[in-house]
């Protein structure tokens, strides 16, 4: 088929530094090059997270002990939710594909501060071998869950303070990258990018960056008070030592609930990258897009109560935090509304991206009224800490966020490799990962409504077939993340060699070469134009 | 769906389900089959031109403002349905609740614990949740209550059993090694049946204080006056009510009076005024900031059975 075998330009994947190898991977500051050491942690760990997961629903599928005992599955739920997480889901899309096409879809050669982002991802990687480690140092995995709630996580007898200290590594990670993000937008844009000239996916990585930046030394020190609070026994959060319990889950959920947009948000970013290019049309609505991402981050702040429904916070607490969840909703349901209409009318091409970015939206709006019941006050009381709201998050950060980072995937693989992949294949894959996705996640919404709590080793006879399903659907799910990410892994090197704008996207990143040079853009672009602009005649 | 509500607290919440579920359903069938139409009818073989339109500030209001309306109309359900469950009737049925790793008892009071929760039906029942260790969570799905037991805090929850039979209770907040076996069984039986049930229920716990002597503790008034009949600083307490005492005045007269409510009030609120012969002045202050008059009344009850 005329396969040219290489391409012709010395990309960065090529470029000499100062060392050869491995080491001019680990000691480079090419915010490309770091955003694929991102890739390849994040991959890792989302697959070890994966197989505890799978063995989780092994354990489930039958009542009574299967393959570990209650110690084990609870530890394993605990590292489960930890690795995905603080290591997998946090930095997810914004470290990685952040990393890679924010300087260039702003076009600027590289973040604001090069080697503090090589340093960040050196934070990230001791964050998460301490993570590794609590599994092996001291005494015995933790047995906490990921959301360390006290007085348990300040009386657990295993090895909760690594697990502790992990998470607030992690967390200097995250603030020093959304701190690099938000100066290289302000300072590096091309000459001529306004702030509204901005593509989408930056605009999403900005509201993303202050998140962290404001809401991650909050979980920092509180995480720091229950190691105080264990080692030094001060009684900041346990009742035996004077402590207030609630205090601790108010601390915690005042970064985890907007940590919840710092997941979504840029999922968000890229999937409003995909429908234009795929569409061959402008997006719809560009500025309620990037100004709801605003009011995302900024409400998002104000609605972590919505997890303490039923820990008895006053009665007008509860109100007003279910009106704000409520009110949150509002600005997810305009991007729907404007990702359909950019498709709407569009000469629309069906590529594997555009496919994950549609089953985003399915599963996402499957998330995101699951959360509004959620929301409710009344239906909260029935489903709070049930399987049902296991379902819920895994519709809105494996099926939202996750698809999102697939469809990333396989958007920006020809201008991150310079290679093709299989299409064919990544329909095969996303069809059993999509129908597998489903019988394992949809069951659990039913079990939760039948009253099936969430954390339990064993369950009550009557919650079986439930179990049995969704295991089923683990061992799909898994078999089609092997197969989507088998077939990128192949043609990483094998691929068909891919042009410089395979899809004819027309934001900065497909103005130059696949995979791009060491320095991006020889010269700095001068920017005339709104960013979704395919026909340069019409206006 | 699910199992039937079995509490009148059931109805509004899944009210609340219905509303939302009903409303996803249609807009989640809707934007997925226009999704798909519109990839189908927009197909690039079939349509080679894409539109240049961006976008439309008419849109943009319209589907802010319904959204905003429909999610405030569920709101509104949630807020309805929860508001019951903080209602509680005053004649509610009070039966504390115990979380402690890995177990629920339910202390009826007089001492009376049993391991499974037994309420009469057609009667409010308050739980007043009580945790001896971590973070519980008492769970009731068939009467769709769950509070967190939470240590430090007087949570509660109450509900209304509206059929007989066996309801599962499940803990549902994380608190270790056999967090999943922290089940036990709610029964709801007639109310004859619960009586007798109670009677027979023996009493393995602590039997709770008198009021009264709960206030004489609180005071430590127990520490100069004793109830065994030994003299301290002060008198003896047991035997003295209804009996006849000489006792001093301010002016150092002597008299016999009865030991009734009125006079012990006074030793309360104005100890030096009239002393018992035989014990000195000035040894105490007056309680009248400290014991209320309630208090008082509940002493005086105390005293009255104390011989």
């Known amino acids: 088929m005329g396969k040219q075998d290489t391409y012709s330009h010395i990309s960065y994947l090529e470029h000499k530094g100062r060392f050869k190898g491995i080491m001019s991977w680990l000691t480079s500051t090419d915010h490309k090059k770091i955003g694929l050491m991102y890739l390849y942690a994040i991959v890792v760990f989302f697959f070890v997270a994966a197989v505890l997961g799978v063995l989780m629903r092994i354990e489930k599928m039958n009542p009574g002990p299967d393959i570990m005992d209650a110690q084990t599955y609870n530890g394993i739920f605990t590292l489960h939710g930890v690795i995905m997480i603080f290591i997998v889901v946090i930095p997810g899309i914004a ?18 501060f090069p080697k503090l982002n090589l340093f960040s991802w050196y934070v990230y990687i001791i964050g998460a071998i301490l993570g590794v480690l609590s599994q092996f140092a001291g005494d015995g995995p933790p047995d906490t869950g990921w959301t360390f709630y006290v007085p348990y996580a300040a009386n657990s007898s295993t090895n909760v303070i690594f697990a502790l200290t992990a998470a607030f590594v992690l967390g200097f ?20 990018m306004t702030f509204f000239k901005m593509p989408l996916f930056p605009w999403s990585l900005y509201a993303t960056a202050w998140i962290q930046i404001l809401a991650t030394p909050i979980v920092g020190i509180t995480l720091l008070m229950v190691i105080a609070e264990r080692v030094l026994h001060i009684g900041f959060f346990d009742p035996a030592l004077g402590g207030d319990p609630l205090l601790f889950q108010h601390l915690f959920w005042i970064y985890s609930h907007p940590a919840v947009y710092v997941m979504i948000l840029p999922a968000m970013g890229v999937v409003t990258e995909i429908f234009p290019t795929f569409s061959q049309k402008p997006v719809f609505g560009y500025g309620a897009i990037a100004i709801s991402s605003l009011a995302i981050a900024v409400v998002g702040y104000f609605v972590w109560g919505h997890h303490m429904f039923t820990t008895g916070i006053s009665y007008w607490s509860r109100w007003f935090f279910s009106f704000l969840t409520f009110i949150v909703a509002v600005p997810s349901a305009i991007k729907v509304f404007n990702w359909i209409s950019t498709m709407y009318g569009g000469s629309i091409q069906m590529r594997p991206p555009l496919l994950y970015a549609i089953s985003f939206i399915f599963l996402f709006l499957i998330g ?47 201008k991150i490799y310079g290679r093709m992949y299989s299409d064919k294949m990544a329909y095969i894959a996303w069809g059993i990962l999509f129908v597998g996705f489903n019988v394992l996640y949809f069951p659990l919404f039913i079990l939760g409504l039948q009253g099936m709590p969430r954390r339990y080793f064993d369950y009550l006879p009557e919650y079986h077939n439930g179990h049995l399903i969704s295991s089923i659907g683990a061992f799909i799910t898994f078999t089609g993340l092997i197969l989507m990410i ?11 060699v891919a042009p410089s704008n395979p899809y004819q996207g027309v934001t900065l990143e497909w103005q130059i070469e696949s995979p791009p040079t060491h320095e991006n853009f020889e010269t700095i672009p001068v920017i005339q134009n709104p960013p979704y602009l395919f026909k340069k005649t019409e206006k | ?51 240049q339109f961006t976008g439309s500030v008419k849109l943009e209001i319209i589907w802010t403002v319904i959204p905003t309306i429909i999610v405030l ?35 009826y009071g007089n001492g009376k614990l049993s391991k499974t929760l037994v309420v009469p039906i057609n009667q409010p029942v308050k739980l007043n949740l009580v945790s001896e260790d971590y973070n519980h969570s008492l769970f009731i799905p ?76 609180k005071n430590a008034c127990l520490a100069c006056h004793s109830l065994e009949g030994v003299k301290l600083v002060g008198p003896a307490f047991d035997g003295v009510f209804g009996t006849e005492r000489i006792i001093v005045d301010e002016s150092g007269n002597e008299k016999t009076i009865l030991v009734d409510a009125d006079y012990i009030k006074k030793s309360v609120y104005e100890p030096n005024a009239e002393i018992v012969k035989g014990y000195g002045k000035n040894l105490m202050q007056s309680y009248d900031k400290l014991v209320s008059e309630e208090e008082i009344a509940q ?3 105390y005293l009255k059975d104390l011989k």
């Not at chain 2, 076996?181 to 009493?203: G, K, N």
Request: aromatic content about 16%; proline content about 3%.
């Open chain 1, 173 to 192: 990670s995250s603030i020093l990258t959304g701190l690099n993000f938000i100066v290289t937008i302000h300072r590096l844009r091309a000459p001529g």
């Open chain 2, 1 to 51: 769906m699910f199992n039937n509500g079995a509490s009148n607290l059931a109805e509004g919440v899944d009210k609340a389900f219905a509303f939302i579920f009903i409303t996803a359903l249609i807009f989640i069938v809707a934007i997925t089959a226009f999704m798909i139409w519109t990839v189908v009818r927009y197909r690039r073989s079939k349509n080679k031109e894409a539109a």
């Open chain 2, 142 to 217: 068939a009467f769709r209550v769950k509070e967190d037991v939470v240590p430090g805090y007087d949570n509660f929850l109450w509900f209304e059993p509206t059929f007989l039979g066996e309801y599962d209770i499940l803990c549902t907040e994380y608190c270790g090694l056999l967090h999943y076996d922290m089940v036990t069984l709610a029964r709801v039986v007639e109310q004859e049946e619960y009586e007798t049930w109670l009677t027979d229920l023996e009493a393995t716990g602590n039997i709770p204080d008198h009021p009264g002597l709960a206030v004489l503790k």
């Open chain 1, 486 to 496: 088998g077939n990128l892994i192949y043609h990483r090197r094998r691929g068909v």
């Open chain 2, 299 to 301: 002493i005086v009850e």
């Open chain 1, 368 to 414: 995101g009224f699951t959360g509004l019941t959620l929301g409710a006050l009344a239906t909260n009381v029935h489903v709070h800490d049930t399987s049902f709201v296991v379902a819920h998050f895994h519709y809105i950060i494996f099926g939202g966020m996750g698809f999102a980072f697939f469809a990333a995937m396989h958007y920006w693989f020809p």
């Open chain 2, 73 to 107: 109309i569920m709101f509104w359900y949630g807020w309805m349905g929860f508001r019951e469950m903080r209602r509680v009737p005053e004649d509610a049925l009070e039966i504390t609740a115990i979380g402690r790793i890995w177990e629920w008892e339910f202390d």
């Open chain 1, 95 to 112: 470290a990685v594909f952040g990393n890679f096409f924010l300087p260039i879809m702003i076009g600027a050669k590289d973040v604001a």
